[in-house]
């Protein structure tokens, strides 16, 4: 059983920063491809930032190129987004997401295990 456990999020004023942590666990499971979405109330669920199993490649949404990072630890199973110079219109739930192979894609359909969000407010 893959299991994606988040941990960080909570409530933040414009301009601060926050980390969000995604600890993957599961036997066998070797994690590939990484990525973090986003979803604001009312809204689809968006691409932020993914990252391949290397740590090589990495892609982000225009948004949030320049103020946010993500990286991995491999032999923790980890991965990390650093949300700096944060905005209101940062506001959602965030997920983290898996795929048993090494790429990483936009479409969070191709992604094959998820994390079980965390809220991130961001106050102006």
């Known amino acids: 059983q893959v299991q994606l456990v988040q941990s960080g999020g909570g409530l933040v004023q414009a301009g601060g920063s926050l980390r969000l942590s995604c600890a993957a666990s599961?036997?066998?499971?070797?994690?590939?491809?990484m990525g973090w979405f986003r979803q604001a109330p009312g809204k689809e669920r968006d691409f932020v930032a993914a990252i391949s199993r290397s740590g090589g490649t990495t892609n982000y949404a225009e948004s949030v190129k320049g103020r946010f990072t993500i990286s991995r630890d491999n032999a923790e199973n980890t991965v990390y987004l650093q949300m700096n110079s944060l905005k209101p219109e940062d506001t959602a739930v965030y997920y983290c997401a898996g795929r048993r192979m090494p790429d990483i894609f936009r479409n969070g359909l191709l992604y094959d295990y998820w994390g079980q969000g965390t809220q991130v407010t961001v106050s102006s």
């Open positions: 599961g036997r066998t499971f070797v994690p590939g491809g």
